[in-house]
């Protein structure tokens, strides 16, 4: 069973950037759409970016330009790179799998979680 571990965040001031770490074990990596998600206390939870088998990267209209996704399948591990930080940002950031080849925005279509990585910006 596909087995995902987040690592990377804490806290940072707003402008500033950071770097998560998604790391996969248990299953075969490329072939998973995968996925950042992020939550914040008393909101939902809500899509942040995707690496889809199939199709372009795709990011959520509030971290375009701010955020990078990338998947490595030789290695086993994405990233979520993360700058021009607000506070708005901050959440627990969860990697999420799915074995569908196309991203979906939906939470409740990834079988597979990670634990989360707490990201704090200061204004």
């Known amino acids: 069973q596909l087995q995902l571990v987040e690592s990377g965040g804490g806290l940072v001031q707003a402008g500033g950037s950071l770097r998560l770490s998604c790391t996969t074990s248990?299953?075969?990596?490329?072939?998973?759409?995968m996925a950042w998600f992020r939550q914040a206390p008393g909101k939902e939870r809500e899509f942040v970016a995707g690496?889809?088998?199939?199709?372009?990267?795709s990011y959520a209209d509030s971290v375009k330009g701010r955020f990078t996704i990338s998947r490595h399948d030789y290695e086993n591990i994405m990233y979520l790179y993360l700058s021009d930080l607000k506070p708005d940002d901050s959440a627990l950031y969860y990697c999420?799998?799915?074995?569908?080849?196309?991203?979906?925005?939906?939470?409740?279509?990834?079988?597979?979680w990670g634990q989360g990585t707490q990201v704090t910006v200061s204004s």
């Open positions: 690496a889809p088998l199939i199709g372009r990267l």
């Open positions: 248990g299953g075969a990596f490329r072939m998973y759409t």
């Open positions: 999420a799998a799915r074995s569908g080849s196309f991203t979906e925005t939906t939470g409740g279509q990834y079988a597979y």
